[in-house]
């Protein structure tokens, strides 16, 4: 597990640090205070630097280059602007940022630096028949340990990064499920595509269970939950797939049915059965739910956490998601050592962390720590 985390030059941090981490870490914060960037550093560590992270975070917030069209003739021609990476909003030749962390192994780190091609990566890596990377001399280096499993992504003249810079049939590219199990579940949490697709790995084997479970905290009513059988594309992006067998009901109903909250849940079971070994990162983790399920959703990812062996980050605004979490560390007598509340604050090089017992001081008394 991770144990500490240093961030450099990253988003809004110059230097940012945050070290004695458990298995199951809450951040809480102000808005703009860097809480999701914290989570977009440890995805882009976790997955050991590869580009497609980058490019994911960069969609999710919409981060393009202003005036570059959506399609062209040959396919997806968007450009997002690497620029909002670095701190101050500012890419230039030089322009770096580096993250790492300590853990249970030697030290991981990552680094990636704005620089340009040498002859021979121009040669290799540019195509004669692109018109927007062919003649750029542009390129985004990155450095690490492990090696991350794209040295050099060539950017436009733009300064602009494509998918097809980054796409997994570039040779001798890793793809990026294969680099480590690390899971980003956003505040509008996964779509049916990787849904669907996660289902079909865990269908029929005790994780099938851990799912269920998960969903009849919100209606104890659910029997049984299985993915429709039409093709996922038709969903696509959309909260279809799945159908939940109900007690007392002769047919199933669509999930899209029984609201927000059920999709979340089951975003987060699913993604957590994904991540054994490694990490799952959950942007505001109460989105959706209902103060009263809250400490039945922190017992079971603590089991699952455990079981699988994943350490959860996640993000909130909610005091009484804090409160549940409290409720987790009293009721749970091997929590101790496990569970850890940071307060991130702009301009703070550091986060202030809370123990188990301060955690549960902090909700008896009222305390605000968000």
């Keep these: 597990m991770i144990s500490s985390l240093r961030i450099e ?3 809004g941090f110059q230097r940012f640090d945050m070290g004695g981490l458990g298995r199951i ?9 860097g809480k999701t960037s914290i989570l977009e550093a440890l995805h882009i560590l976790t997955s050991q630097g590869d580009p497609m992270s980058l ?28 620029g909002h990476l670095f701190t101050g909003h500012d890419a230039h030749i030089g322009s ?6 300590k853990n249970q192994l030697p030290e991981r780190t990552v680094t990636f630096h704005l620089g340009e091609l040498s002859a021979k990566e121009r040669q290799t890596l540019l195509p004669v028949d692109d018109g927007s990377l062919h003649g750029s001399r542009l390129a985004l280096h990155i450095t690490g340990n492990p090696a991350p499993p794209v040295a050099v992504v060539p950017l436009t003249r733009q300064g602009g990064i494509r998918a097809e810079a ?15 199990p690390s899971q980003f579940i956003t505040t509008s949490s996964l779509d049916n595509d990787e849904l669907v697709s996660f289902w079909d790995k865990i269908a029929l084997t005790p ?24 093709s996922p594309r038709y969903y696509g992006g959309t909260r279809g797939g799945f159908l939940l067998k109900l007690k007392g009901r002769e047919l199933p109903i669509p999930i899209g049915s029984m609201g927000d909250g059920m999709w ?5 079971a699913i993604a957590i059965t994904q991540c054994k070994g490694g990490v799952l990162l959950v942007d505001e983790i109460d989105t959706g739910l209902h103060y009263t399920v809250m400490a039945d959703m922190w017992r079971l990812i603590f089991a699952a956490a455990k079981s699988l062996d994943v350490q959860v980050f996640a993000t909130t605004h909610s005091h009484d998601c804090v409160q549940s979490l409290a409720t987790l560390c009293v009721s749970e007598n091997d929590a101790s050592n496990e569970v850890t509340l940071h307060r991130v604050e702009g301009g703070r090089s550091t ?11 902090v909700a008896e008394r009222g305390v605000e720590a968000r």
């Design 25 to 33: 870490n809450l951040l809480v914060g102000t808005n703009n205070s």
């Design 96 to 101: 770096r940022f580096t993250l790492s962390a």
């Design 166 to 180: 980054i796409e997994p049939r570039r040779p001798g590219r890793r793809r990026f499920s294969e680099v480590g």
């Design 55 to 82: 490019w994911q975070l960069l969609w999710r917030r919409g981060e393009r280059l202003p005036g570059t069209p959506d399609r062209g003739p040959r396919g997806i021609e968007l450009e997002l602007d690497i």
């Design 351 to 361: 986060s202030i962390l809370y123990g188990e017992h301060e955690i549960v001081a």
């Design 207 to 230: 994780n099938e269970e851990l799912v269920l479970r998960a969903l009849q905290f919100l209606d104890g009513g659910i029997e049984r939950i299985a993915a429709q059988a039409s």
């Design 264 to 268: 979340r849940m089951l975003a987060m």
């Design 9 to 11: 030059g990253y988003r």
